[in-house]
């Protein structure tokens, strides 16, 4: 039994090159083992090293124990820098149609270097996202933020396992929903990282008043990019429906050192192209931003960071949406500082709060569950460029610390609005029958 299990884990990796996020895990790893070594140093270790992290590991000891060669963090993240705009030496002032956007993205950001922006016409032409500065009149980012503040003071990290490594989430967060049936059915029903989330709390009033702004803010933006960026229309498999969230999670970053690693948001509970807003209060912070390029072959590893980072920078009481391009074809972190800027109220804090729009078809309920019987989560591939934008179910019950997984696998389908095609039950009777 453990043989097939093996053998068919294997073969779901060789279909969707699953391994596409090897490099992320294993620069987590190195980063937890090596908190004082900058990202970009642990990925040239990495790949002198053949992947290895132990080979990263043992030979990054050695040197930092002899002090050669290891520069400490020294990442620009760090105070909020100012910059007019990128347009001013461009010499362009006209909103971008989307190849001349691709065109001048290509041209600015390349491998190793990183591309700093901080004017909205920028990040709109350069990013997949958007931002509004001075988001909410500004005592009511203030009181929202010391209510977070005070919220976040019971926040608590979020651990999950990385292959046999137990590691957990380098900030704290909590995550909040309207209605108390949401709330038992969160902590009953909902599976992340394969496990229950623990801190599910009830939105509070700011919050709630806050997401009133988001929802019509973020609606309005999405008009505009499908005007500007996408031909007028939707993307395929976009919801064609207004953007309605109905939860928040919030996130606090206590201090300079405090991040978050490379990742795309899970689609699991969203759906394809899904769009997020996301509320920034507190010390502003760098939001670094990659695409991700497909593999040419299975070791190609070398192309992770082919077009470079994209530091977007986030200031107190902003408002950055990332569009439906964003979460299939992107990767964003949260990087460490090295310095920062003290806000007035916050210190060296950051409150975060992503709102997010938890789509019906897309309840546990009615999703894929593995062997495990576990609701599956929905991925897709990113790095193959054999199945290059294919989505898929998969079981993830074997990321919670102690537990194994099963290998359940199963290629999702929807259509153009990005409802699912089959229904669960038709799902597993088909996954029944392979078997
Ligand atoms: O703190 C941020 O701005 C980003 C947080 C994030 O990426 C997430 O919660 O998924
Ligand atoms: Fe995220």
Redesign the pocket.
Known sequence: MDGFVTSKKRKAKQVVGDDDESTDVKLAILSSLHPTINQETLLEFLLAHDGSVQATSGSLKSQTAGLTGISPRKTSSSQVHSQSSLRSWSGSTSTPTPASTSKRAKLLSRKGATLHLFDPEDIRAHTPCTIVHNFLPSDEANSLLVELLQEAQTFEKITFKLFDNVVSSPHTSAFYVETDQELEQQTSEYVYNGGKLTDVRKITPQLLKVKTRVQEAVNREIQERIRTHQGGKKLKHQSPHPWSPNVAFVNCYSGADES?GW???QLTYLGPRAVIGSLSLGVAREFRVRRIVPRETDDDDNNADAQGQIAIHLPHNSLLVMHAEMQEEWK?SIAPASVIDPHPIAGARRINV?YRDYREPFNPRHTPRCGCGVATVLRVVQRKKENWGRYFWMCHAGNVPGKDGCAFFQWAEFDDDGNPTTSRSGQQQKQQAKQ
Do not use: E, Q
């Open positions: 978050v990742h795309s948001d964003h992503t």
